[in-house]
C-alpha cells in the first residue's frame, strides 16, 4: 500500500486518504490491476457515504495502484457466477450487475466534484467508474476501453455513464463497437478532460483541486445539485429550485465573505491549505 496513504479505509483494497477539504481514494489491488471485486465495490460505496457526510469536503480523488486505474470486472468472480442457477426471484448476476451500478450512481450523486486520474488501463467498469466522475485526467499513454460486446455481454451498467458522459450518438458507437482509445482519442470521444505526459498528472490535479479549494462548501453542493435537477427535471421545476438554492445561498453569512474577499481581492475565509498531492503512478 502507497505510504502516502492514510490506513482509514473500509478494506485493504482501498487506500484513503482524508484530508481538509479532499478525499483522496485509491484502488489498492495492484496485483489484478485494480479489477472490481464485490469488497472492493462495497468498498467504495461506504467511502461515499462518509465522503457525502463531509461538510467540508470539496472533491474525491479516486486513482489506482500499481500503474493501472482499474481493469473493471473480476474475471473469477463473472466465472463462479455462471454456474449459478436461473429464474430465482433475485437472480444473484442481476443483483451482482446492480451492486456496481448502485456504486456508480453513488459517485456520479456525490455533493462533492469527483476526480479520476487514469493511468494505465481503465476497461470495462473501470471505464464505467472514470465516465461517473465530474472530471477525468489521463496520462498520455492511458488506455479507455469498453470491450464487453467482444466477451458476449453487454455493458450493462456503465452505459447510462458514459451516455451522459459522451453523448448518447458517440456512446452508443463506442460500446456496439468494443471500444478501445488511446488517451487522446478518449479525450476526443468526451472520456478524458485532460491528458498529459504521466509526470505532469500531479500538476494538472493539484490545479484543479486549487481551484477548487476557493468554492464555499454550501456553494458547490448546490451547484452539484442545480446542476442534476437540470439533467432530470423538466426546466422550469429546475429553474424554480436553483431560484430557491440561490436564495438560501445568498442569506447564507459564506455569501457576504465571498463577496468582501473578492472585493479585497484576497481569498475566501474557507480555503483549506494546498493538499498533499499523491504519486502517479
Known amino acids: 500500500m502507497d505510504t502516502s496513504f492514510a490506513s482509514s479505509s473500509p478494506t485493504p483494497l482501498l487506500a484513503v486518504d482524508r484530508q481538509p477539504g479532499y478525499w483522496f481514494v485509491r484502488l489498492n ?63 444473484p448476476i442481476a443483483v451482482y450487475n446492480r451492486q456496481f451500478g448502485a456504486m456508480l450512481e453513488r459517485i456520479a450523486a456525490l455533493p462533492v466534484a469527483t476526480v479520476a486520474v487514469v493511468t494505465g488501463s481503465a476497461m470495462g467498469g473501470g471505464c464505467g467508474l472514470a465516465a461517473a466522475c465530474d472530471r477525468v485526467i489521463a496520462a498520455d499513454d492511458a488506455k479507455f476501453a469498453m470491450p464487453e460486446v467482444t466477451l458476449g455481454v453487454a455493458p450493462a451498467q456503465i452505459a447510462p455513464f458514459v451516455v451522459r458522459r459522451a453523448g448518447a450518438r458517440r456512446a452508443r458507437w463506442l460500446m456496439l463497437g468494443g471500444a478501445r482509445l488511446a488517451a487522446a482519442e478518449a479525450q476526443a470521444a468526451g472520456l478524458a478532460d485532460v491528458v498529459v505526459p504521466v509526470t505532469e498528472l500531479r500538476g494538472a490535479l493539484g490545479t484543479d483541486l486549487l481551484r477548487l479549494g476557493l468554492a464555499e ?64 503512478p
Open 217 to 280: 462548501p454550501t456553494a458547490l453542493r448546490a451547484t452539484k445539485r442545480i446542476v442534476g435537477r437540470t439533467l432530470e427535471d423538466p426546466l422550469p421545476v429546475a429553474l424554480d429550485a436553483a431560484a430557491r438554492e440561490f436564495a438560501g445561498l445568498l442569506r447564507h453569512g459564506a455569501a457576504r465573505e465571498g463577496i468582501v474577499a473578492s472585493r479585497e481581492r484576497r481569498a475566501p475565509s474557507w480555503q483549506p491549505p494546498p493538499p498533499r498531492l499523491p504519486e502517479f
Open 29 to 91: 489491488r495492484p496485483e489484478k490491476r485494480n479489477a472490481l471485486s464485490d469488497e472492493l465495490v462495497a468498498g467504495l460505496a461506504e467511502v461515499c457515504e462518509h465522503v457525502a457526510a463531509d461538510l467540508e469536503a470539496r472533491a474525491l480523488v479516486l486513482s489506482g495502484a500499481g500503474g493501472h486505474f482499474c481493469a473493471g470486472a473480476d474475471f473469477g468472480r463473472f466465472l463462479e457466477l455462471m454456474s449459478t442457477t436461473p429464474g430465482q426471484a433475485d437472480d
